[in-house]
């Protein structure tokens, strides 16, 4: 009975080791991945034949399907818009939690800290509120002097100054293509983060309040992002935004957001390769699901992979991502045929994307751009061996098997 075991054992080896342990199928997939027409071009299929085809066809393809931006000819989806100036959303604005210092010059009594209420309104004593909210600290002075003579705790307008002690976190709204579309709280300070010498000179800063800021807590903007027309929704009023100095390296609109504004980021409906690279609006950073082991482990401690998985720059492509999870190198011989996969999903659609790349022969094409995809926030890459090393393994595995069947009486 032991020796029919082995046996079969051999058996089982000798038929793996003449069939070359054939890998899965190609993954199936809703897009239509091998033509190009999927969320970006690069996920189409490395063409057999390279013949004279020419390189680097990826990004033209993705720009096929763009719709026009503001600006271009013929751009008719902005004709309807009667575009509000910009000027009023410029400049410091004041917002509800907002903490300002009111000095009135000879009124020890009035002149106080003071928070903007959640109505938006600043309460003196003995005075009716004061509008200060997506109000400026000029208008505001105007507003409290004026309110002071009609009050007639003067004759004439007194000099009044106003200055920010502490721009409050606001909530704004923000959706379209970003990769995280919810509302965001922005612009809180940890009271152990403050410089108080520098806020005591200068006084609060707006930075964490900008339109930025907000982008990038909404998971960045995608690559298929219109840029020339970022909406801001405020009070009833529709503000179209160009940020394509973002990446063109020209001073930026960055705004002070208020509570309430809504951001909307219109797509293009194309993938748009020359937005896959860090900027202040761009994701943070891509955090990757990853895979290279050849068993199965009980847990991470034991795949020596972290619990937090890995985190590579915006911008990084497949290829990079394999070479960060250990994938790539060893002996020829039994890792020429390593392949990897990629998992991702469409943010347009919702759709799951499946790619399946050869190690070696993405490493060797000229090409390989055309046909190595970016990676995108919360994509997940999982390596196999090669046939080879595969066949080692259920050897190996058999091996166990056979040694257990020895020790069977």
Known sequence: MTMNFKNFLITAVSASTLLGCSSMQTPRNIEAVSRGESYQAQYREPGRRRGNTPLLQAAAMNGQTCMPQAGDQGANAYAKWSQPAL????GEKLSRNDMVQITIEGDDLLSDAYVVSRDGDLKLPYLPPVRAQGRTTEQVEQEVARVL????FYDAEPRVTVRVSDFASVTVGVRGAVFEPHSVEIGGVPGDSLDRRRQGALGAST??????VALRAAGGVRPDADLSAV???????IYRMDLRGVFEGSDPT??????GDQIVVNSRGCFQDALMRPSPISPPGVTLYMSNLTQPAAGNAESAIGRDVREVPYGTRFLQAVVDSNCVGGSKTTNANRSA???TRNPVTGSSVVIERNIEKLLRRGDRDDF???VLPGDAVACYDSKVT???EIARSLGIVGAAALLIP
Do not use: K, W
């Not at 000027?87 to 410029?90: A, I």
């Open 87 to 90: 000027s009023p959303l410029l």
């Open 149 to 152: 003579v009609a009050a007639q």
């Open 207 to 212: 930075e964490g309040r900008n339109l930025s």
């Open 231 to 237: 909406e801001l929704h405020r009070q009833g009023r």
């Open 254 to 259: 960055d705004i002070m957001l208020l509570t």
């Open 341 to 343: 996969v990629l998992f």
């Open 372 to 374: 190595d995809p970016y």
């Open 390 to 392: 595969g066949v080692t």
